[in-house]
């Protein structure tokens, strides 16, 4: 009949429940439990998953919101554009992301930079913009994502412009050709608004030290440099930067970067009379050996940890 419906374990015969001394085993708690009382252990450790699980879903919620604060702060901010200052390159109601990271480590804003800065005083007032009127549990609902993070604010107090003049530049408008004048190098504005002349406000600036001249691209409505000349000249200071554009990230058919267009490579510096595009060099230590070294930029690190690990290797390959 074999061992058909005894329980697991159990012994056989007489014989196999006797010890090597001769005595009886005793006999062990049964082990084996019904097939209803495996179905209720097996509901009872789901629910205690389920508490668990449920007990986790705050604590991932607040991580997720320290994350997203954070990188707000400190690395990457979207930002909605309510106005057509800077179209055709951004439009009406475009989200773009703003570089907050590279500002700590000393970068400035260069020549051409497309940048987002906080309003100097006075500079809102002159922007056409259109806003969006939403019931209230939507609106409240967007400042706590827009808080966050998670959504660009409506109600930011900042401009985006072009960067056309940095400190100690000389911008000018115009020459025989009607062009922007940098330095006394015509720029060729290939991205300005279709029909837009350069300018149809004359000035005649030398960017003061630490500040900036910005235009947008749609020059005919724009409320930029050119309308605050009474005020540092029209410049904006390089401390009230939050950030450079680097991508429209929103709608996806709008998608592009940024970049800095070709024709201010051509631009020289007023002060030493370089071109605007440094010359790239690897070099880490100051050429005065006098002089407090720099540190190196995010761009350098991995070149200086290549180096160091060279050299460790190296060192390390000699010995015997």
């Known amino acids: 009949m074999g061992s058909r419906g005894k329980p697991r374990g159990a012994p ?54 320290l994350i997203a604060l954070v990188l707000k702060t ?3 901010q979207a930002f909605v554009i309510p106005s057509g200052s800077m179209e055709q390159t ?40 259109t806003k969006k ?16 993070g998670l959504l660009p604010s409506d109600d930011e107090k900042d401009l985006i412009k ?16 009607g062009r922007v004048t940098v330095n006394g190098v015509p720029l060729t504005e290939d991205y300005l608004y279709p029909g837009d002349r350069p300018s149809r406000t004359p000035f005649d600036v030398t960017v003061p030290e630490g500040r900036l001249w910005v235009m947008g691209d749609h020059r005919s409505n724009s409320a930029d440099s050119r309308a605050h000349q009474e005020t540092d000249f029209g410049t904006v200071s390089q401390d009230e930067v939050v950030g450079r554009a680097m991508v429209i990230a929103w709608p ?27 010359e790239l060099s690897h070099r880490v230590a100051p050429y005065d050996p006098n002089a407090m070294m720099e540190l190196p930029t995010p761009a350098e690190l991995p070149l200086v ?6 050299a ?5 390959g000699g010995r015997e």
């Open 12 to 65: 056989s015969s007489p014989a196999e429940n006797l010890l090597p001394t001769g005595s009886r085993r005793t006999a062990a708690p049964s082990g084996g439990r019904s097939r209803a009382e495996r179905r209720k252990l097996q509901r009872k450790v789901k629910r205690r998953r389920r508490r668990g699980a449920v007990k986790e879903i705050p604590l991932l919620v607040g991580v997720a919101v």
């Open 74 to 76: 400190f690395l990457v």
């Open 90 to 129: 951004i439009r009406i109601g475009d989200r773009v992301l703003v570089d907050k990271l590279t500002p700590w480590f000393g970068s400035e804003p260069q020549r051409g930079d497309v940048v987002v800065f906080r309003d100097p005083g006075g500079w809102l007032q002159g922007e056409q913009t």
């Open 133 to 148: 009127d939403d019931p209230v549990v939507v609106k409240q609902v967007k400042e706590g994502l827009a808080f966050i």
């Open 162 to 177: 072009r960067v056309v003049g940095v400190g100690g530049d000389h911008v000018k408008c115009c020459d025989k050709q």
């Open 252 to 278: 996806f058919g709008h998608w592009t970067t940024l970049d800095e267009p070709k024709t201010y490579a051509s631009v020289s510096d007023a002060a030493s009379g370089s071109t605007a595009a440094p």
């Open 305 to 310: 940890m290549g180096v160091v690990a060279c």
């Open 312 to 316: 460790v290797s190296g060192a390390g």
